[in-house]
């Protein structure tokens, strides 16, 4: 079955370290797979996506099928990264192709 | 670009009445909607899948018959949440894909829904 796992419900950090949040996936076949974020009383939105390969506000996150993981990356964690991050996984059903999230990982950086 | 809304914002009714859930993509045509729930502190759940024109297809143990989704035109989603109980309160949140790519899907700000 399809499923994507976050470990970690709550990162806290201080300014200027590293952030990984990690992420991992069971899936039959090649996924294309997403991070969401949710900053505070604000809309979700599309992070990255792993097919695309680019870095934003400086996060980036790749693919390791061996390890069926695919963990966000972020060198130095500035405070307005502070939010609510989901990995999410497309997945086809019979009208379309849905998105399975994971349970969310709480950022917190502190300065 | 790729603006969805929802309507209203929140919502607080009685017990026993239903309550309609808009969602609509203000500079896109979405051909295919979801409608998402999330409870507090917890991960979105999918409930429905909606295509314009057809009938929703509902995720194991959505009860398709108190949670009504019509989607007919292009640009507009409805959710109508019947007969309400206090355990259907929650956070509802639609998405509509479409526009760059067939994954991509944007995201509306959500109702709370509060049955008292």
């Known amino acids: 079955a399809q499923r994507v796992t976050q470990p970690e419900k709550l990162l806290s950090v201080f300014k200027g370290a590293p952030v990984e949040l990690k992420c991992n996936y069971s899936y039959s076949g090649s996924p294309e797979l997403f991070w969401y974020v949710q900053y505070s009383r604000q809309r979700l939105q599309l992070l990255l996506r792993?097919?695309s390969r680019e870095s934003i506000k400086g996060f980036t996150a790749d693919l390791n099928k061996g390890e069926t993981s695919f963990h966000l990356k972020k060198p130095f964690a500035q405070e307005e990264d502070s939010a609510m991050y989901y990995c999410a996984l497309p997945t086809p059903n019979q009208a379309g192709t849905a998105l399975i999230f994971g349970k969310g990982t709480t950022l917190s950086v502190s300065s | 670009g790729a603006v969805v809304s929802q309507h209203p914002s929140w919502v607080i009714c009685k017990s026993g009445t239903s309550v309609k859930i808009e969602c609509r993509s203000l500079?896109?045509?979405?051909?295919?909607m979801f409608w998402y729930r999330q409870f507090p502190k917890q991960s979105l759940m999918l409930m429905a899948t909606s295509n314009e024109g057809s009938k929703a297809t509902y995720e194991q143990g959505v009860e398709k018959d108190k949670f009504l989704i019509n989607h007919a035109s292009l640009t507009l989603s409805t959710l109508t949440v019947t007969s309400a109980h206090p355990e259907d309160s929650s956070f509802y949140i639609c998405?509509?894909?479409?526009?760059?790519?067939?994954?991509?899907?944007?995201f509306g700000p959500g109702t709370r829904l509060l049955v008292l």
């Open positions: 500079d896109f045509q979405a051909t295919t």
């Open positions: 998405s509509a894909g479409g526009l760059a790519g067939k994954e991509t899907q944007y």
């Open positions: 792993h097919i």
